[in-house]
């Protein structure tokens, strides 16, 4: 089996946000935003695997601070985790004013990506750890990967519809609800 390090899987991408990139509001799109995470996430995925990779998850997108028309947008990216044929690319977003030379950090996220060959999941690398932080980001995953487990099971064996479902809907939530 062949192993590789987190550094085999580093990309960095900067882009320069133009208008046509702006929403109503005249800041970045957060749909244009998700779609350069995608690429690197995919860049990402299949530097480290050396096959084609396919999104099979995004685990939380927070957009911590807008990013304007004419900032400098940084994304870098890196794997976090491995399992058989599934990887965890952690993001992060980063906008430089120009003018100012001010950064900000403006997303942090995480994608799962798959690597596969004529359409199936393929196994991937193992991982070489060389440092705590690395370390560290492989265990988190391992809690987002159990806590996304926990979060299913929970959806799966609840009875929303039973009446003391919506009894506390309607007690906690200033809702009524007509069924």
């Known amino acids: 089996m062949m192993y590789k390090t987190v550094k085999d899987s580093e990309v960095v991408l900067s882009q320069l946000m133009l208008p046509s990139h702006s929403n109503f509001d005249g800041k970045i799109h957060g749909g244009f935003l998700l779609n350069l995470m995608d690429q690197i996430a995919f860049a990402s995925a299949s530097k480290f695997s050396g096959s084609y990779c396919v999104t099979a998850s995004v685990d939380r997108v927070d957009f911590l601070n807008p990013i304007e028309v004419g900032e400098l947008v940084t994304l870098k990216s890196s794997i976090n985790y491995v399992g ?96």
């Open 84 to 179: 058989n044929s599934s990887m965890v690319i952690g993001i992060r977003v980063e906008a430089q004013n120009i003018q100012t030379d001010v950064v900000k950090h403006c997303n942090s996220s995480y994608f799962t990506m798959v690597a596969k060959k004529e359409g199936f999941p393929v196994k991937v690398p193992r991982l070489i750890l060389k440092n705590e932080e690395e370390i560290r980001r492989f265990y988190n995953s391992i809690n987002r990967i159990q806590f996304r487990k926990t979060r299913e099971n929970i959806e799966v064996k609840t009875d929303f519809t039973s009446e003391k479902s919506i009894q506390f809907l309607v007690e906690n939530y200033d809702l009524k609800v007509e069924i």
